[in-house]
């Protein structure tokens, strides 16, 4: 499912879940509800920053030994209530590590917010042989480098790699008296099997692969932005499909969006309070809420695409300064970032960014406030692909989300 159409399939998923009975599912704060301490907090992944949702939250009394259990919502959000005291805090979910903490709790409420991260499958295994070119007899004695990993070949020239993580590695094969080899292999689940073959050493020195390298003439380092207003207008092409989104970002978990995708329209509030839906029919709490996408999906991939170009260098693209321009109320630098005729079909785009300038505020210096243009596209076969108009406002300005009045 491409990430460009996907925000689409959100709010059937929340059209389903408004017409099947909830219950008191994760996140839910009603397990236990007596007591005079209240504990609350977010779980977030120490890696990737982002909530995880689905992790059991369990605090056991020191003295008691009661128990009390909880689960996080699709934003990491826990609450339980009991009664004060010295408890033990544990967290588990399948596939992260686990995560345990002595606490005090008093009376009142009191946020315990801790990170967890997901544990490192080790599905893969290469072997292979290293030969001569010329004659074709195995070597011996061959340091191969995958990654961080070394192995040497045995005397028949085999060597075997096991418990590497899937994905791209850079390979060096190395021998005295023979050029050194350098290549890039992907690794899949499973065995894979890799014969490399060794020139004996002519005096000419390898050519070793360009490496990623920082764009120093236009490197920013922005700050993520959590407290801004956005307007994007999303026209999927080439089926000219126009979707709007008004997204008011109070921090990075209270946001409202408004949204019209054609068929599709109304609005949502993610807040500390619960995940709150109006589809035309008024306010509705989702008590469980298990979907594809967030709020601010919609800008998240091309403003990440954006900032990689500018951090790195690429030879698919091109960056040009255009001068400073007013935009969205800010002093701006203007630049477009264009492929290059040869740039592959994943690549192709055609960009007008706007960078706020020398503004007295530093947390928002060199933020985007506006992009417009073609955007790379997402789908798999890339023949889908996006015209944008993006607009930051009132960043850092301390914007509060509406608190939405359920029926009673």
Partial sequence: MPKLIKLSLLWTCLLTLLI??????????????????????????VDLQVPVGKVSIQIENSATNRIYKSTTDNQGRYKITFEPGYYTLKAKKNGYTSYEKSIIISKGSQQEDFYISKLKEKPCTLEGTVVDEATGKPIGNVTIQV??????????GYYKLESLLEGEYGIWVTVPGYDALNKTITLTRGINV?????????????????????????????????????????????????????????????????FDEGQNHGEMIQNNAGVFVNLGNGWKEINELDI??????????????????????????????????TMNGYQAKKYTMVSKPSAPAQKKCNLEIWMIDKHERLDINHAITR??????????DFQIWADVDINFKKIGTGNKIMVPTLPK
């Fill in 194 to 258: 890799a014969k490399f073959s060794l020139k004996k050493m002519t005096g000419d020195t390898p050519v070793r692969e360009p490496e990623k390298k920082r764009n120093q003439e236009f490197a920013v380092d922005p700050t993520f932005l959590d407290d801004y207003i956005c307007d994007s207008v999303r026209t999927v092409q080439p089926n000219k499909g126009t979707r709007t989104y008004h997204i008011i970002s109070q921090d990075r978990y209270n946001k409202h969006v408004k």
């Fill in 371 to 380: 992009v417009r243009g073609r955007t790379m596209p997402e789908a798999p």
């Fill in 292 to 325: 594809p996408s967030e709020a601010d999906d919609v800008i998240k991939f091309d403003i990440v695409t954006i900032l990689s170009g500018f951090n790195f260098q690429d030879d698919d693209l091109t960056i040009t300064y255009k001068g400073t321009e």
């Fill in 147 to 156: 990654g961080m990993n070394i192995i040497r070949t045995d005397a028949k």
């Fill in 20 to 45: 099947v009975p909830t219950g008191c599912k994760t996140g839910c704060s009603r397990i236990n509800n007596t007591g005079s301490a209240i504990l609350v907090g977010i779980v977030t992944d």
